[in-house]
């Protein structure tokens, strides 16, 4: 079976997050370039959708200097992970608030407004694209650094999560995720 036949049909950003919503393992593979060694590790992340007129949204969209009418809607993710190298007990764990604002008329492309980023803890605004085999694309530029994440489902239970960070620490991961009953 293809994965487009098994992945649920998407219509826009807010509808992707919404199928994101739950409690998820993930699996990590992450390829430190400097370094040249390989990390595996994993996580359990949670991600809530909130209203368009969640305070902590509207807040996000003011910080960042934007209509908070604009808001479409947006998510909190928390999560707790381990990697390979880590020292004993040592865990990360973490929460983003983060809105979204479509610029097109379907919803399909956009900013996404953080309160914190994935490469950098600093607010940030990236953008966001949906792409023809509605998978999301985020990119985000940091004061030293770009990411470029691509999210897709394989089912409507397993997400696949690739991303790229070039600047002062190159990296490349893997992820997949699946949905905790």
Sequence with gaps: MSSAASSPAIADAIGFFRLSCGRWR????????????????????????????????IA???LHGEDPAALAGGCRVTWNASMAWDKAGEAH???SVFGLIPTDGHGRQGLLLRDRGYAETAPVAGHFAMDDRDELLLTTSYETMNSLERFSFAGPNVRLRT????????????????RLA
């Design 60 to 62: 996000i969209a003011e």
């Design 163 to 178: 991303s790229t960070v070039e600047g002062l620490s190159n990296t490349a991961s893997f992820c997949v995720e699946t």
């Design 26 to 57: 993930s699996q990590r593979s992450s390829h430190h370039l400097l370094h040249r060694r390989a990390e595996a590790g994993g996580s359990f992340i949670e991600v809530v959708e909130l209203d368009a007129a969640d305070p902590r949204l």
């Design 93 to 95: 764990e973490g929460e």
